[in-house]
Every structure is written in C-alpha cells, then in structure tokens.
C-alpha cells in the first residue's frame, strides 16, 4: 500500500510513540557501505572467507521470507533455512550473523542517527509519552549505541511475538505492557508494507519517515519537523 493510506495521528491522544529502529532511527544507507568496505577488506586479506558475503545475503533474504509467510518459531527458522540453502550448520550462519549484521556495525550507528531523534525522544518523554521500540531484530544494544533511550523494548524474537512484521503480534504486545488502547499508541517506521501494514493491522496510527519531502500526511522527512507538532496530551 501506498504512505498515502496512512493519516497524521492527533497528538493529544497519544499515550505511546513506538520506534521501529532500523532505517528509522539511523540512516542504513552510510552503514551499509560501511560494512560493505569492512567486510571487503576482510575478505581480501582472507579469501578462504568470502563465504560470509553469501551466508549474510541468505539470511536476509531468509528473514524477508518468514515476514511474508508470517511464520512462526522465527528464532530458528532464521538460521536453519539459510543453513540448509548453505550447506552448513545453523551454528555457523549464526556466528557469521552476530559478528557482522550485530556486533561490528554498533561502533557506526551514532554517526548514522538521524538529527532529530534525540529531540523527538526528550520532548515526548517531557510531554508525559511512554516511548517503546519495536524491532524485526535485536534492538536493546543499538538503542545503546544510538544514545537513545526508551521505555519499553519489543522485538519479533521475544516469545510472546515470534512473527515479523507486518504481523500485529508485536506492536499488540506493545500496546500490553504500556496499558494502553491501539489507538492511543502511534507507529514510527520506514516501510509501509512492513510498519504502515503492521500499524493497521493492529488498529494503531503510523506515521512513516521518507527520504526526501513528505509524500502525504501520514509521511514526513526529518525529526525536527515533529517537535512543534508534539504538544501535551490534554
């Protein structure tokens, strides 16, 4: 579906802002070509390892698959599938997976948070907001690296979930832990058919950060734009 299905949520009833992260909070496009230096010069100097590239892009396009089949038991689903396609154990797609998708690239994720974001977080904290993060991977240890703080933690892994998006499990849950009504819980992403799709599932307002200028109400292009915008909940 279109950014266009998605309306601008009335702020005053607003209890929770939920946060997908990646490609919301920080810019993947610097991160990626980032890594993607990493992992050449590292494969240069050990070609007998060039095997990671492969073992990385099955486990995305892996991953992908899951969230269109809404599948259960993703937890392991996410390394046996691309294990089997491989040839090797899910151990190692794992290994591969955590060093390099998990562990390397947190040391870049600050200089790739997008302006604004702090802001957004701070005001919405001082305008009584529970702030949560939603996340399709492990999220806690980015938010660290990002400096950015929230209230509550959810993402696709966690067994009370178990799906991907654009499965409502997860925003739902969300909605739980905060005591609060789907309408009152507004979501934060990047993709329509995987946020904007979830959001409406689960009966909550979303709004979708696009790169360049907003394309409808329900879009905007840069955190700053939001402060005004974010006034009390009377």
């Known amino acids: 579906m279109s950014p266009l299905s998605t309306s601008a949520p009335d702020w005053r009833d607003i209890r929770v802002v939920v946060f997908d992260v990646d490609g919301t909070l920080y810019d993947q496009g610097p991160l990626r070509r980032q890594m993607a230096q990493e992992i050449l010069l590292y494969c240069l100097a050990r070609p007998w390892k060039m095997s990671l590239v492969r073992t990385i892009q099955e486990f995305r396009r892996i991953r992908e698959q899951l969230a269109e089949e809404e599948a259960d038991s993703i937890l392991r689903a996410q390394f046996e599938r691309p294990a089997s396609r491989l040839g090797v154990s899910p151990a190692e797609v794992e290994t591969v997976v955590e060093e390099w998708m998990f562990e390397r690239p947190l040391r870049h994720l600050r200089a790739c948070r997008y302006e604004g974001a702090a802001e957004l977080f701070s005001r919405l904290k001082e305008t009584g907001r529970t702030v949560a993060a939603f996340s399709d991977y492990p999220a806690s240890r980015k938010l660290?690296?990002?400096?950015?703080?929230?209230?509550?933690v959810v993402t696709a892994m966690d067994p009370e979930v178990d799906r991907f998006k654009p499965h409502p499990a997860g925003l739902l849950r969300v909605v739980e832990l905060a005591g609060a009504e789907p309408a009152q819980v507004l979501l934060i992403g990047d993709r329509d058919e995987r946020d904007g799709e979830c959001a409406?599932?689960?009966?909550?307002p979303c709004l979708l950060k696009v790169a360049g200028a907003p394309t409808g109400p329900g879009t905007f292009a840069d955190y700053r734009q939001l402060l005004s915008s974010v006034g009390s909940r009377d």
Not at 144 to 152: N, V
Not at 200 to 204: E, T
């Open 144 to 152: 660290q690296a990002l400096e950015l703080e929230t209230d509550l």
């Open 200 to 204: 409406r599932r689960a009966g909550c």
